[in-house]
Nanobody, 119 residues
């Protein structure tokens, strides 16, 4: 099991910024693609962004492109999600997830952190 612990959620106003962090550990870190997902009340969980083990390749959903940036610090076993220009529709529980490079399923999940954006 890969331990994942998210921090950094909170309540902010429209247009504000937040940075989420997800700390992990272990020998598998260099092999892990890391992702951020979110789930709003009454909605299915959706993909937000992902980053490969090297940190050089990233993906993000159209809904956050240009506003959210995923990054990782491999020396600290931590992945970040910098969220800028937040909107009320970004309100959700944000989850950090991990999968082994080259596999399709995220098998390791954090407990989630709440982000609330008010207008």
């Amino acid at each position: 099991q890969v331990p994942l612990a998210e921090t950094g959620g909170g309540s902010v106003q429209t247009g504000d910024s937040l940075r989420l962090s997800c700390a992990s550990s272990g020998r598998t870190w260099p092999l892990l693609t890391m992702g951020w997902f979110r789930q709003a009340p009454g909605k299915e969980r959706e993909f937000v962004a992902a980053i490969d083990p090297s940190g050089k390749n990233t993906q993000s959903s159209d809904s956050v492109k240009g506003r959210f940036v995923i990054s990782r610090d491999n020396a600290k076993y931590t992945v970040y999600l910098q969220m800028n220009s937040l909107k009320p529709e970004d309100t959700a529980v944000y989850y950090c997830a991990a999968k082994l490079r080259g596999t399709s399923d995220y098998k390791h999940w954090g407990q989630g952190t709440q982000v609330t954006v008010s207008s």
